[in-house]
């Protein structure tokens, strides 16, 4: 994209908005439109559709410009202590190496964030964060707590390898290591005399891999490298689709979540230690919302009609008339013939097969049916064969 095009797209750039060490070359590769996330930069679209791009993602290699993933150094003496006070997860045995999902909570168990969390040594982490400012955060908990650690935003850039293919283009670039990092897994890689973090994660469906580069300065040359390489396996470049995303029951922050709802809420009940014995911020709220129950759920919701376009407003849901929940993520799934979406669902609405409206517009009212998360589970084939 050159400059005078950028300058006449409908995202104005600033300093407040920043580039990552690979926006020059998805520029030159025909981006067509961004986000901002972590007020950095996040490439959209390219030239084909999200269905197009759904479709290759699953049978060849994508990279994907991921920078805005900006990361959460907590390092110290007290980085055990400050990351468990932050997260309902259970991370005192976590191993060097390994990955982790988890919630971020405040002290009335509320999430202002869902990061991977990647334990470099006992005293080091980094969060590689969703869309929200945890770095003061963070921070501001070290000081109230008065903690021996140092809290920073590192130069580090994540670049995702994702697709069936992207085993083939690491391993050529990186060696055969790489094929033996488990899922959530990372390890220490040589690139140009340095050594790059590299994890087996990615936020796609797909098998990948997520390479935090550290040196802003190696970005273009890192992109190149890897380009030309992906080249014989019929390598694009793309970001985080939506039609994978919602079928993976891949939930976004800011988005599917806000900081108006628990981990409960969010279907993350596997990722919360709730017991006396753990220290964490909003721990009484969410043993409390476990005991009586949650007031609203995470689900998915399959519905009829015509192929519809991706949700940029949310998508009421009613039953008999009543306003039960609203879907934030959807758009047609051509690998499952149906329009699919992402709902936060009002409790006696959200059991498997519960049939809802859901209300596209005025005049555009659809007949859908609720689902378990993925989509691709058992319990929804029939649902969505029959809808």
Not at 116 to 142: C, G, H, Q, T
Not at 263 to 276: A, D, F, H, Q, V
Not at 374 to 383: G, L, M
Request: proline share 4%; net charge neutral; hydrophobic share 35%.
């Amino acid at each position: 994209m050159t400059e005078e095009a950028r300058l006449n797209s409908d995202l104005q750039m600033s300093r407040r908005i920043r580039r990552t060490p690979f926006t020059s070359c998805i520029e030159k590769l025909g981006v067509s439109g961004f986000t901002v996330v972590n007020h950095t930069l996040l490439p959209k679209s390219f030239k084909n559709s999200v269905a197009e791009d759904f479709y290759h993602l699953r049978t060849a290699v994508q990279m994907w410009d991921v920078g805005c993933q900006r990361q959460v150094e907590i390092e110290g003496p007290d980085a055990l202590l400050l990351m468990q006070k932050m997260t309902p997860r259970n991370i005192v045995n976590a191993e060097v190496g390994q990955c982790m999902y988890l919630a971020l909570t405040t002290d009335k168990g509320k999430i202002i964030n869902d990061p991977i969390l990647l334990k470099l040594s006992d005293e080091k982490f980094w969060l590689s964060i969703a869309d929200s400012d945890v770095l003061l955060w963070a921070k501001a908990l070290a000081i109230g707590l008065d903690l021996n650690v140092s809290v920073r935003e590192p130069d580090v850039s994540p670049l995702a390898v994702q697709g069936p293919k992207a085993q083939e283009v690491m391993s050529e670039i990186f060696g055969k290591g790489v094929c033996d990092l488990n899922f959530f897994r990372f390890g220490l890689f040589d690139f140009k005399d340095t050594q790059q973090v590299i994890s087996r994660t990615g936020y796609s469906s797909q098998d990948g891999y997520e390479i935090f580069l550290n040196d802003s300065k190696l970005g273009k040359e890192m992109w190149d490298v890897i380009w030309n390489v992906g080249a014989k396996y019929n390598m694009r470049p793309g970001g985080p689709n939506l039609i994978d995303r919602i079928e993976a029951g891949l939930i976004s922050y800011g988005n599917d979540m806000t900081s108006e709802n628990t981990p409960l809420e969010c279907g993350m009940e596997k990722y919360c230690s709730l017991n006396k014995n753990m220290d964490f911020l909003g721990r009484d709220h969410l043993i409390e919302e476990k005991r009586i129950g949650s007031k609203r759920k995470i689900r998915g919701i399959v519905f009829s009609g015509k192929e519809q376009s991706a949700c940029t407003e949310p998508w009421q849901l009613h039953n008999q008339n009543i306003n039960v929940g609203q879907i934030t993520s959807g758009i047609f799934n051509p690998s499952l013939r149906v329009n699919t979406g992402i709902a936060l669902v009002q409790k006696g609405y959200w059991n498997l097969g519960q049939s809802i409206k859901i209300i596209i517009g005025k005049d555009d009212i659809r007949e859908g049916r609720v689902c378990f998360l993925p989509f691709t589970v058992q319990e929804n084939r029939e649902i969505i064969k029959d809808l």
